[in-house]
């Protein structure tokens, strides 16, 4: 019943720009931290970025700070990832996740995932 369902990925070239997003279904967003997970070929999944439940609070992995912007709007149910300057590196499949409230207050557990969307930044 509660499902998460990402969108927007796609093949795009060096430099560019892509926006994801992350729609719920079942249930409303507006009591969940929602985080942005990565995973790559060969590579184990990793945090991206992370948004609180009221959208005062965010966080960004390293690797995307100053290139990735995370947003949310809880009248829509859905949260973005606007994604700019991409690199080769940021190819990978992209899922959105929700857990109570807080990005970083335990528990820490994201309890609910989507399906996730490809992102291919290529040449």
């Known amino acids: 019943q509660l499902q998460l369902v990402e969108s927007g990925g796609g093949l795009v070239q060096p430099g560019g720009s892509l926006r994801l997003s992350c729609a719920a279904s079942?249930?409303?967003?507006?009591?969940?931290?929602i985080g942005w997970f990565r995973q790559a070929p060969g590579k184990e999944r990793e945090g991206v970025s992370c948004i609180s439940s009221g959208g005062v609070s965010t966080n960004y992995a390293n690797s995307v700070k100053g290139r990735f912007t995370i947003s949310r709007d809880n009248a829509k149910n859905t949260v973005y990832l606007q994604m700019t300057s991409l690199n080769p590196e940021d190819t990978a499949v992209y899922y959105c996740a929700a857990k109570r409230f807080s990005c970083t207050v335990p528990p820490l557990l994201f309890t609910t995932w989507g399906q996730g969307t490809q992102v291919t930044v290529s040449s």
């Open positions: 079942g249930f409303t967003l507006d009591g969940y931290a």
